[in-house]
């Protein structure tokens, strides 16, 4: 191994051409130690014998109860006429099971407002969390589907004489 000197008289400043090779080794041997140490930890050594069981899972679908509101302010409850005065009183007494039951709101297209909104009020003042609504997709002609049903406001085309 060719060792250079700081000194300057010594003929050329050549630089040194080789590899120190004792740092690369001793990081090899140190990386090997954690190789070998480290690899029987990875390997399970201790067999252990786990029960198995037969259970079947429970499928527990929550009770949903739906409202119907027509478009004249009727309310049915699971197809049952019911008062607005009587909702939160019955809300109140299904929101304690568990699971809560989820309330699924049908109303009409033509349904007022302030008919929803008071339903609405009485299942969040009976203590219901789980509220939804129920609707229908819209259908690829828009203009049939955005025209109301039954109102009497439907215009009948028909073919001019000649």
Do not use: C
């Amino acid at each position: 191994m060719a060792f250079g000197s700081f000194d300057s008289k010594s003929g050329g400043g050549h630089a040194m051409s080789e590899i120190n090779m004792v740092p690369l080794i001793d990081v090899m041997l140190v990386l090997l130690v954690i190789f070998i140490i480290t690899a029987p930890l990875m390997a399970h050594s201790i067999r252990i014998n786990v029960p198995q069981v037969s259970a079947e899972q429970i499928d527990e679908k929550p009770k949903v109860i739906d409202l119907a509101i027509d478009d004249a302010g009727q309310i049915f409850w699971d197809e049952q006429p019911v008062a607005v005065d009587a909702l939160q009183a019955r809300f109140a007494a299904i929101a304690g099971e568990k699971p809560q039951p989820e309330l699924r709101i049908r109303a009409d297209v033509n349904t007022r407002y302030e008919v929803l909104a008071k339903v609405m009020a009485s299942a969040r003042r009976g203590g219901m969390a789980r509220i939804g609504f129920v609707t229908q997709p819209a259908s690829a002609d828009g203009a049939a589907a955005a025209a109301p049903t039954g109102t009497g406001a439907a215009a009948v085309q028909t073919p001019a004489a000649p």
